[in-house]
Structures are given as C-alpha cells and as structure tokens.
C-alpha cells in the first residue's frame, strides 16, 4: 500500500516504512539478520493469504522481511534521523499475498474511524464501532517491497461487545514500526468489505534518539453546521509520528444518557475530517470539558446527582470509543516515552479539581507530573495539558478561575518545581481557548519557568481575542483555526512549530528553544 506523502516529494515516513524491505536490506532487522525472509521478488503464495515460505540460504528473496520499517533499529535512516541504538528481537510477521485497495470499504457497516492509540515500542491498541455488532476480522501489516505482499502481524476474529464497541490491543510488535490496519469482513480468502484502512507507528526503541512530529488537534466544535475542519484536511496532507488531541474532540453539552452521548461521538467520528486525520498514524489524547458540558458542570464539588450520573454517562461513552486502556478507575493521565527523544506526559486538568481547595490536579496525578519531568531520561517532556498554563494578558483574567492560573497554588507549586530542579525542555500543549498561540509562560522573569513555553491551538472554534496576543511575550496568536505540527529534534535542541492556515501555507514556522 502506498504511503501518504507530504509536499515536495516522499517523505520521511516512506522511506521508514520500507526501511526493512530490498530498499535498505543492510539494515540490522527487528528480528535480526538471520530472520527467514519470506515472500520477496519471485516468492511463491497463494491468493488466501497463506504464508509465502522461506528464503533461502543465499538471500535470493531480497530480505524483506529483515527490517523494522522504523527509525529505532537503525544507526543510518533518511537525511532527517540521528536513530541509535539496537532494537529487542520481536515478530517480523509473516509474508501473505495480500492488497487491502482491492476490497471495497463500506462506510455503512464500519461508519466511524478506525483509530489506534497507546502506542509503545512493542504494541497499540486499535478501537472502533461496529454497529451490527457481528464479529470482524482485524489485520495488521507492514508493507514490503512488492506491492502485492504484506508482512501480515496479526490476522484475528474480533467481537464487538454488546453496544458494537471493540478494543483490541495488538502485541509483538516492532519498534519505530508503521503498520497499516483495517478490519474486514467476509472470509480471509476472500474478504467482500473492509474499513478505511489506516496507519500507526510504534514508538521507537527505548534507547534509539531521532526527530518526531506531532500532528496537534483542539476544540473541532461543529463549525456553521458544515463537519469540516481545513486544520484537519491539511495535516492530512502531511508526514506525522504521532497525533495529540488536546481536548474538545466533540462538543455534547446538550447530551445526557450514555446513549446521547455515543450519538455524539458518532456525529463527530463519522466525519470525513476525523476519518482521514485518524487514518495517518497513532492517537495520544486528553479530555476538556465539551466532552462532558461546558466548564461549569464538571465541578466536582457543586455538582448536583444529576450532572454526576450525566458526567459519568459521558466519560463512559469517552473511554468506549477512545483507544485507551481503562481500569474501570476513570484515571485519564499517564504518560508514554518515545525512546530518548520525548515522554508524552497526558494530564487530566478536569476531572480531579478541588475549587475550594486550591486543587487543579490532584496530589497524586502532581506527583506523578513531577516524578516524570524529573526522572524521565527523555530529551524532551511534552505535557498534554488541555486548558493553557500560560499567565494570560489582564483581558483573559475574567475566566481565570477555568484554567491554572486559577489555582495559583497548584501553578506555583509545578512551577517552582521546574525552577528547583532547572527543567529543561519541558513544552506545554492546550487547547480550549478557541485560539492559537506560541507563549512563553510568564511575560518576564529570569527563572526557568520565564523559559518555559506553550503551544495553545485551536482546530475548530474561534474566538476573536487570539489576534490581540502579541510580543514579546507571544511568538505568535491568531483568532483563526489552523492545523499545527510539531518537530521535536533532540540533536538541534529545538522544537519546530508550524501553524498552517486553511489555504496550505505557514502562517507560522520557526524553530523555538525554552532558553529563557
């Protein structure tokens, strides 16, 4: 299957899905270099998918099975990877006849977006709606040279359960892997339907180093009635690692019951825009408030027995459609390193707030935030943050009591903390505030948190104040939606932000440090 290219030619991702394969066979493989190399150029297989067989001795099948297809396995990748390290041995996967193209996908029986999600060196999840709930077939691949054969990893029956949802975590894996995946119907020999079929990437091996790009998303509120996003339709057009949703995925504040609730996330997940921008790799994703209702029910202390059944009915449907692991706890944070290069610390800056006690977060999810920006061995510590850190100009102070700086005690606290132990690299993510911006987190100061910066976004809804965001204190603001990617390059220490507007261009590219 053909990988998406971004602009100007392949990109990095093609090169690192067939980085295993005849194109770069010298690479050290996921399985070694002596894994048997199955199905290569004039390998024999029959149209059922079933194995293609062996190599033999003298390498005539071209190795192309020998690889990761990522950068956590290799010291030399494309122009733009400084990857090092060795990789676990772990299941190449086995070489099928296999073209997902020639089946027909049915957006009537697979309605919503397939997503992955909980990406780590060696697995992810996948999850998706199935509305009959009649058991599918799940296939995970990686590509090969040929285009008529795949390097087939896992080939099951999966079962929705009662309310037609699935949730499958995918295991043996290779790191810094893309994978494609899709679940199909009909039998393995001839399967009649399919869905969109989509694309994740493990994380990279736990000591491997090399550039990532985040695709970033917030706040896809149902614009003018139209279900479209251009932020999402022209990341859709790039390269990306790995995408971090900031929160408002859905905007349900008029549902109640569960059910309300899943027809939400049906409205939102049936989408073109979400399909399409869910299909190009991995999701990482918190919550805010629209999730559940606007900002002022789901204060956990005021809340009357009604808003509390309402609040769990929707963080219920929220962990039914999300490819998150859940523990029947509710507990959203977490955190998921990429090798050396990034730890992506998820918070949950909703659920747990204490009002009349200073708590935004609770004492053990701080603790949690503070052990990982101390001991994670990650050059960079991203934390997914849905509502902003940033010490706002005066105007936004009417809403203060919605965001950190509302819960000063708790904002010093992790603050200082940083400025304690000198923090470097530490990047916040948010949305919520229905505008875009590049900020430092304090408009002066010599300590370390005056270094410290934020990259706040909207994908959807607007709001006019964004443009009033200026110098010296904000890099960038703007009132308009726009599509963001973020490259986070280890070797350079810097974090490239890029804010897209709807017509394709840069409205902002630059690369950043957090150097006071």
Known sequence: MAVRQGRGGPSRREFLELAGGAAASGLLGCGGASDPAAGGEGG??????????????????????????????????????????????????????????????????????????????????????IPDGAPRRLRVWRALERDDMVALAFDEDVAPDDAGFVKV?????????????????????????????AQVRTAIAEDATEPLVLALAACNGDVGGTWTWS??????????????????????????????????????????????????????????????????????????????????????????VMPIADDGSRRLWRSHRWGLTAEIIVLDCRYERRPSQGTYISADQMAFLQDRLRNSPCHFKIVVNSVPITNMPLLWDVAAADRWEGYKASRDALLQFIDQHDLRNVWFLSGDFHVCFVSRLEPSGDGRAAGLREIALTSGNTSVLGDLLLGPQFAFGSSAAHGVLVTLDPAADTVNVRFIDADGNDAFAQSLSDAP
């Open 231 to 320: 932020a999402l339709d022209v990341m859709s057009d790039e390269p990306y690692d790995m995408i971090v949703h900031l929160g408002d995925q859905i905007y349900a504040d008029g549902a109640f019951t569960r059910d309300e609730y899943r027809a939400a996330w049906r409205s939102w997940l049936g989408t073109e825009g979400y399909k399409r921008f869910y299909a190009g790799a991995g999701l990482y994703a918190t919550w805010d408030d629209h999730e559940v209702d606007d900002n002022g029910n789901f204060d956990r202390e005021t809340m009357e027995p009604e808003q509390v059944e309402k609040r769990d009915n929707a963080l219920a449907a929220f962990f039914e």
């Open 169 to 197: 975590t995918v295991e043996g894996l290779c790191p810094g892997t893309w994978y494609h995946y899709g679940v199909f119907d009909g039998p393995a020999d001839g399967f009649t339907a399919r869905s969109r079929v």
């Open 44 to 129: 024999e297989s029959s149209s059922t998918g079933e194995p293609a067989g062996s190599s033999s001795s003298d390498g005539g099948s071209s190795g192309a099975l020998d690889g990761t297809g990522g950068g956590g396995s290799s010291s030399s990748g494309g122009a733009d990877d400084t990857t090092t390290g060795e990789v676990p041995t772990c299941e190449p996967g086995t070489a099928v006849v296999f073209a997902a193209d020639a089946i027909p996908e049915d957006a009537t029986m697979f309605p919503l977006a397939i997503i992955a999600g909980e990406m780590t060196p060696r697995s992810f999840m996948v999850a998706i709606w």
